[in-house]
């Protein structure tokens, strides 16, 4: 019968296998598209905030 001890140390002294796995996983699931949807929205954003701020200087006077 194997004690308590042996068990947390065994445990602490595993590699960490597929971490770097699961980083690449969060690279291409969550950071790409993320990244892709920025730069095909903020040319459109950039031109809202343009109008937007046109529109709130030239407001008084019209």
Not at 46 to 51: A, R, S, T
């Amino acid at each position: 019968m194997l004690g308590a001890g042996f068990l947390k140390s065994r445990r602490a002294n595993r590699p960490r296998r597929g971490v770097a796995t699961l980083d690449y996983v969060l690279l291409l699931a969550i950071v790409l598209p993320a990244a892709a949807f920025a730069l095909w929205a903020s040319p459109r954003i950039m031109n809202l905030v343009y109008e937007m701020t046109c529109v709130l200087i030239s407001w008084p006077f019209m």
